[in-house]
């Protein structure tokens, strides 16, 4: 099926480090999510998108949604250990209710 | 308020039974969604339900069903199991696309 392409698949940093994901299609999307998910629970929205070129924070969090509608990055400032987990972004076309996910980051913070 | 409930949240069957899962939505989300995550495929939409009827459906085959009440609860049925079906199966409910879909902590299935 249909996915969106995330980078990086993993990443290994100290606490206190910034660290940035990004999400790119082939595709243009009208909304991006970005989702965290903890081992055995399912995804926790953290931030929705939903005009190019928005620029959204919620804490320690920053996304975007790119001007040509088909990217978003997701920044993290000053990572700290509760911050690990899997980071999803998710993408909804016009006209459908259907979520199309990219493959996720796993983040590693290291105290 | 309670987030969405799926039950059971372990499950394990033989191959070639069915089974079904059930979702309780946030109460007045009308939508909900299902998606099947897998190590190896990652996080794949199955079907969206509102106001009792299908909107929408992904690419799985036709062993995989659904079906929405009128209390917007939600169910979803594997008929002859395969191996293969052995994942995270996760559902979402909305009141409206534009805040996002709160997902319930799962379903995991194994097919033995």
């Known amino acids: 099926g249909q996915q969106l392409n995330q980078s990086p698949q993993s990443m290994f940093i100290q606490e206190g480090e910034d660290v940035s994901m990004n999400c790119t299609s082939s595709s243009i999307f009208n909304t991006w999510l970005w989702y965290k998910q903890d081992p055995g629970e399912g995804p926790v929205l953290l931030i929705a998108?939903?005009?190019?070129?928005e620029l959204t924070s919620n804490g320690r969090l920053t996304a975007q949604f790119g001007i040509t509608r088909k990217d978003s990055f997701l920044n993290i400032s000053a990572s700290i250990p509760s911050d690990v987990g899997i980071y999803f972004c998710a993408g909804r076309q016009g006209g459908s209710e259907k979520l199309v996910f990219g493959k996720g980051t796993k983040l590693t913070v290291n105290p | 308020k309670a987030g969405v409930t799926q039950t059971p949240r372990y499950l394990i069957k033989t191959r070639g039974q069915q089974v079904t899962l059930s979702c309780s939505p946030i109460?007045?989300?009308?939508?909900v969604s299902w998606y099947q995550q897998t190590p190896g495929q990652g996080l794949q939409f199955l079907f969206e339900?509102?106001?009792?009827?299908?909107?929408n459906k992904g690419n799985f085959p036709g062993r995989f069903s659904g079906r929405q009440f009128s209390n917007s609860r939600s169910e979803m049925n594997v008929s002859t199991l395969e191996l293969g079906d052995s994942a995270l199966y996760l559902c979402?409910?909305?009141?409206?696309?534009?805040?996002?879909?709160?997902f319930g902590s799962g379903t995991r299935l194994t097919v033995v």
């Open positions: 979402a409910s909305s009141s409206s696309v534009s805040y996002g879909y709160t």
């Open positions: 109460s007045g989300h009308r939508s």
């Open positions: 339900y509102f106001s009792e009827t299908q909107r």
């Open positions: 998108l939903y005009k190019a070129g």
